[in-house]
């Protein structure tokens, strides 16, 4: 008896992970892009919560000017500057919680799409990011 239930348990534990993934409805587009000896990853997520639709967008350089200021657009907007720190690495967050869903369940708003632009920039220079949905 002893032994059912530690293999009941343990199947219990291990399917639970892939439970998880298969209710979650996040829409996810992420890109890269390299140059200048510098990578940078981008991700935009749409999470339903409760009726609404929260956005995050998340951005890292990494191999990048030490200690430099650089600019953040996306999809067009200008959404602000991420400071790279001693070793060239640099994160840009955003997050806008609670936003309507449209009829397709989208955010009803400004929002990324396929295809968008996630671009960091110092000067002239810079590094575009185009988005591609995650399967």
């Not at 070793?87 to 009829?103: C, E, S, W």
């Amino acid at each position: 008896m002893k032994r059912i239930l530690s293999f009941l348990s343990m199947i219990f534990l291990l399917t639970l992970p892939v439970a998880g993934m298969l209710n979650n409805n996040d829409l996810i587009w992420e890109g890269t892009a390299a140059g200048f000896g510098a990578n940078m990853k981008a991700k935009y997520k749409e999470s339903p919560e409760n009726g609404l639709i929260d956005q995050t967008l998340e951005v890292e350089l990494q191999n990048a000017p030490r200690n430099t200021q650089v600019l953040v657009t996306a999809g067009g907007y200008r959404l602000g500057t991420l400071t790279t720190d001693n070793t060239g690495r640099g994160i840009f967050r955003v997050d806008i919680l609670g936003q309507q869903p449209d009829g397709n369940g989208r955010v009803n708003g400004p929002r990324l799409e396929t295809g968008d632009i996630v671009r960091l920039s110092v000067g002239g220079s810079g590094l575009n990011a185009v988005l591609n949905p995650v399967p």
